[in-house]
């Protein structure tokens, strides 16, 4: 990992290092509407949300950069980790029947990594894909400097369309409703 990565992942994750009751609120309502067997978060950071599948007995795994992966504080979940890149994640074909990346793609330097990242949950995706972006509009946009891109729900909804998905509805009990878009595999 090049050291302008490590040190943006140090700084970035130095305040999120707490598991909280809403990962746990979240996994449990995208678990009663998807009902995966098998789950991957692609920019897991720390693990909260594999963790949480993981304890409620679906097998969840997550992919991130070497920075967060090496400081996961489930020792337990270890064989759940692996590092890579949310553009390139080493997992099977159709591994997941849900593939999630949640406040990743603002990060992105770049639009065509967005693409690539979209292209490469659809390839690792049996079914689903659920995403979560701050958008133009959200306070939390401009609140985290380390997002880069910055764009409307339409314009992502539009990029995951393009990466061969259908947009689903969301029910209303979904935390974060306002950034989610929520997905099935065409």
């Known amino acids: 990992m090049k050291d302008a990565e490590k ?3 140090q700084e970035y994750f130095r305040e999120r290092v707490g598991l909280e009751e809403k990962h746990f609120l ?3 309502i995208w678990w009663n509407n998807f009902r995966p067997q098998k789950v991957v978060e692609l920019g897991c950071g720390l693990g909260h949300r594999v963790f949480a599948f993981n304890e409620i007995n679906v097998d969840c795994e997550g992919c991130d950069l070497e920075f967060p992966i090496i400081n996961t504080p489930y020792k337990e979940y270890n064989n759940k980790f692996k590092i890579g890149t949310i553009t390139d994640s080493s997992y099977n074909d159709k591994y997941a029947d849900l593939v999630i990346i949640y406040d990743v793609l603002e990060h992105l330097p770049m639009i065509e990594d967005v693409k690539k990242a979209l292209k490469e949950a659809y390839r690792i995706s049996k079914k689903y894909i659920m995403v979560s972006i701050p958008v133009i509009g ?3 946009l401009k609140a985290d400097k380390t997002h880069m891109i910055k764009k409307t729900m339409q314009w992502w909804e539009y990029q995951v369309i393009c990466a061969g998905f259908k947009l689903l ?4 009990n979904v935390p974060y409703r306002e950034q989610m878009i929520w997905a099935e595999k065409i």
């Open 169 to 172: 509805p969301k029910p209303n």
């Open 26 to 28: 979240e996994v449990l």
């Open 138 to 140: 959200d306070p939390n």
């Open 7 to 9: 040190s943006f992942d």
